[in-house]
């Protein structure tokens, strides 16, 4: 199994509608973030966490919210989804100190 | 904030050759760099971190310098194989701490066999 997990992995939706994208882990790390990926754009910070009660706004946070609702579950939730919210979206977690991430498979969002 | 400049344009190489990709950045000198690969739609894979006080780290055929002068980092991938065909990230510190990095927008070698 990965370590870290994404569900779910690709997504259809239509503008308007509510999306929940859920990341979990089993290593163990306090740090856990969302990233959004767009071609020639490279990765962009949505929001990140250092613990279950730190929730922080990375660069991008405008119309995205997220949860954590344990130290292994971090959820990054669309309110209303827009078609410029159309991306490939990623979960990565790191260890204290200059920690690498780790990052899930992904998960393909669409929003039509 | 930090800018990172990474050669948005592919490199195309012939296998067995040695892939040069480069990174550099502007502003405040960061702590340490990392370098990752990632491949299509898949999640980017840490590949190695230098400090600022490291000149060169080497990890089997991967080798990465940094020049905090030159405010760039050199990533070498020596005789390289289609396998290694992928985009490859350098990331830094956001700031001058070691919450958070921010991303290039990463280099598309493709080696040729």
């Known amino acids: 199994d990965a370590d870290v997990t994404q569900t779910p992995r690709n997504r259809i939706t239509k503008t308007g509608k509510r999306i929940m994208l859920e990341c979990s882990q089993t290593?163990?790390?306090?740090?856990m973030y969302w990233y959004r990926q767009d071609p020639g754009l490279g990765l962009q910070l949505i929001y990140y966490?250092?613990?279950?009660?730190?929730?922080n706004k990375g660069e991008i946070s405008d119309g995205y919210s997220v949860s954590r609702q344990a130290q292994a579950k971090f959820s990054l939730s669309l309110e209303s989804a827009i078609p410029n919210q159309t991306a490939l979206y990623f979960c990565?977690?790191?260890?204290?100190?200059?920690?690498?991430?780790?990052f899930g498979e992904g998960s393909r969002l669409t929003v039509l | 904030s930090q800018k990172i400049e990474q050669n948005s344009e592919a490199l195309n190489i012939q296998e067995g050759k040695t892939a040069t990709l480069t990174c550099n950045y502007t502003?405040?000198?960061?702590?340490?760099l990392q370098w990752y690969r990632q491949d299509p739609g898949r999640g980017p894979v840490f590949l190695l971190l230098?400090?600022?006080?490291?000149k060169e780290k080497r990890k089997e055929r991967l080798k990465v310098t940094f020049d905090t002068t030159l405010k760039q980092s050199l990533f070498h991938i020596t005789a390289s194989q289609p396998a290694d065909s992928a985009t490859y990230l350098c990331?830094?510190?956001?700031?001058?701490?070691?919450?958070?990095?921010?991303f290039g927008t990463g280099t598309k070698l493709q080696v040729i066999p």
């Open positions: 990565a977690t790191s260890d204290l100190g200059i920690g690498e991430l780790f």
């Open positions: 290593k163990g790390h306090d740090r």
């Open positions: 966490s250092f613990d279950v009660k730190d929730i």
């Open positions: 502003n405040y000198s960061p702590a340490y």
């Open positions: 230098i400090r600022e006080n490291e």
């Open positions: 990331a830094l510190p956001t700031s001058g701490g070691y919450q958070k990095v921010t």
